[in-house]
Structure formats: structure tokens, C-alpha cells
């Protein structure tokens, strides 16, 4: 297994085929499937394979049990981070927050990327309350940009400079 990065409770490492059916089910889930968009096996399994994506475990640390997964893309020209999707399966304890903090400061100290982003449906008032409390800038919305079964939903784009983000 190959660890990536730590916070104070959690330990977070890449993916493996291994965790492929821990993903899909937070995917899947009825509490998160209308916020993140659900992967196939294959998809996941070349997200695992390509340099540019991260696809990762989140680990509670006191006894190794996962406790969500991480997609991420990176741009390594431009000195990119987006962040894909972040799903926890016990929520509001403060593992969403801990594990972008953690991830952006990995991002931003270790990647030496300059831009970290991310883009969240309007009606997720939890991740925008969060993405807003860890210093994220909105940098717009997309109109209707993407088609759910009956409507199409709007975007919001939150971003992070290097020079912005405090933990360096």
C-alpha cells in the first residue's frame, strides 16, 4: 500500500482493486449518490492505473477501517489539483475537512501545484459550507451544466491559489 500523506486521525493511501467495492457503494449510496457521480469498475480501475489520477483511501487510523475515498486529477503542466469527489461514510465528524485540508496541504507542499480546484452542485449546502470554511474562493457557477434524470443542475467552482492557501 502506498501511503500518501497523514492528519491527525486519518491516514490516506492509494486505491486498490482491493477497494474497489468500498468505492462503488459510497457511490452508490442513497445519501451521496446525488451529489458524486458513480464510476463503473473499469472506469476505476483505469483511474488506479493512470499517473495523473489519484483515486485514494481514507483510513481511520486507530484501527484501519475505511472511512471514504478521494478522486482526484492532476495536471502536472499547469501545476493542477481538481478534486473529483470526496465521499465519507460517517459524516459530521470533521473527516471531510481534515481530509481536504490534509490533501491540499499535500498539494500544495509536496505536488508543488499553484491551483487547487473543484467544482459542487449548488444544492450540496454541506460541501459548499465546507469547501467556504476551509478558505475556497468561488470562482463561478455553470449554468445548467449538467443533465440529472429530470433537470439540469447548476455548478459551483471553488478554487485555491498557492499564494492564497495558508498552510505552507
Known amino acids: 500500500m502506498n501511503n500518501l500523506f497523514t492528519t491527525d486521525r486519518l491516514l490516506i493511501r492509494s486505491a486498490d482493486e482491493n477497494d474497489l467495492k468500498f468505492i462503488m457503494s459510497l457511490e452508490q449510496n442513497e445519501e451521496n449518490n446525488q451529489f458524486v457521480f458513480q464510476g463503473t469498475v473499469e472506469e476505476h480501475l483505469d483511474e488506479i492505473r493512470d499517473e495523473n489520477i489519484f483515486l485514494m483511501i481514507i483510513e481511520d487510523k486507530s ?6 475515498f478521494i478522486l482526484a486529477g492532476i495536471n502536472r503542466k ?6 473529483r469527489r470526496i465521499v465519507i461514510s460517517e459524516k459530521n465528524m470533521g473527516l471531510g475537512k481534515e481530509t481536504i485540508s490534509g490533501f491540499m ?12 480546484w473543484l467544482d459542487v452542485f449548488t444544492d450540496n449546502h454541506a460541501g ?6 476551509l478558505g475556497m474562493n468561488l470562482d463561478g457557477v455553470l449554468r445548467e451544466s ?3 434524470e429530470n433537470q439540469y443542475r447548476n455548478q459551483m467552482i471553488f478554487s485555491m491559489l498557492r499564494k492564497e492557501f495558508s498552510g505552507l
Open 63 to 68: 484501527n484501519h477501517h475505511p472511512a471514504g
Open 78 to 83: 499547469s501545476d493542477i489539483v481538481e478534486l
Open 105 to 116: 496541504q499535500y498539494c500544495f507542499k509536496e505536488l508543488s501545484i499553484n491551483r487547487f
Open 128 to 133: 459548499i459550507h465546507l469547501y467556504r470554511n
Open 146 to 148: 449538467y443533465k440529472s
